[in-house]
């Protein structure tokens, strides 16, 4: 009588494969220990714009999975600070990545029409683009004093502070001084809800982290030794809070059905075998 057991929780048990296009946006934050001691920078808080991204997923009963690559900008922006604590300018770190994230999702609510899961994620990120540059008007700034010796001319120093020049999207860093891959973890909540029989929309809201400095082992040597007037010395790591929506093509995959169709091709070829025995064939004999 195991028939019966496996038939009941195969009743229970539902794929749900899905695929689909999401775009969004990131809430970037530069973790940066030499901006922190740095008094000629303040933080601030912008939206950057994620384009697009591509979502396959394949869901059962509890918990799911999901792999969702897609372009991501990242990279906090700073207000430029004058010695009385003015605002001057805007230094601004963007990077763009093609992030490819494998994550694991455990449903908290699972309805036949609504999911809502925690989302806990390991990604690899491939640079495509990175640049970090400063502007700023005609003011007065505090370098560091490792620096003060190396100034250009055009920076005077004076008591109780720097007269810098006016500079228009200066290059502190380049794209090949940031490092080619970076490795994300990230945790947050996702929801998926059926619109339709054939398509869902998604919403996914995370956390991530970075686990590797970004900027290349040149830079940082170059850093270290006070090679740079408008950064100083100090670890790194970078944070974003990534928000997306999207849209999907979904396919419930029933096994009741499958295993149903299974018992029931199996049942009828018993009865047919049951009821027309087919006749065994004769042993011949053998010539002589």
Known sequence: MLW???FS?????????????????????TYDEGVNKDPRYSARYDVKFSPIGFHYG?????????ISPSLVKTGQNFNVINTVGGEEGVRKINMLYLNVPLSLKLH????????????????????????????????????SPDVISSLPPEYVVQYDGVL??????????????????????????????????KFMISFDLRANYGLFEPRSNSYLQKLNSNGTIYDLPGNRRDIFVYLTIGISRYFEIDKKVKDRKRITKGSSRQKISSH?????????????
């Open 4 to 6: 019966p057991i496996l």
């Open 9 to 29: 929780s195969a009743i229970c048990a539902q794929n749900i494969v899905s695929y689909g296009l999401f775009t969004g946006v990131a809430v970037p934050f």
């Open 58 to 66: 394949v869901d059962y009963e509890g918990y799911g999975f999901l």
């Open 108 to 143: 908290i609510i699972d309805l036949s029409f609504f999911r809502l899961s925690f989302v806990a994620s390991g990604s690899f990120a491939y640079l495509l683009d990175g640049k970090e540059t400063i502007s700023h008007s005609y003011s007065k700034l505090r370098f």
């Open 164 to 197: 810098s020049p006016s500079v228009h999207n200066y290059e502190m860093l380049t794209n090949t001084d940031f490092k080619p891959f970076q490795v994300n973890v990230a945790a947050g909540f996702r929801s998926d809800l059926d619109i339709s029989e």
């Open 276 to 288: 027309f025995p087919w006749p065994k064939p004769r042993n011949a004999s053998p010539r002589r």
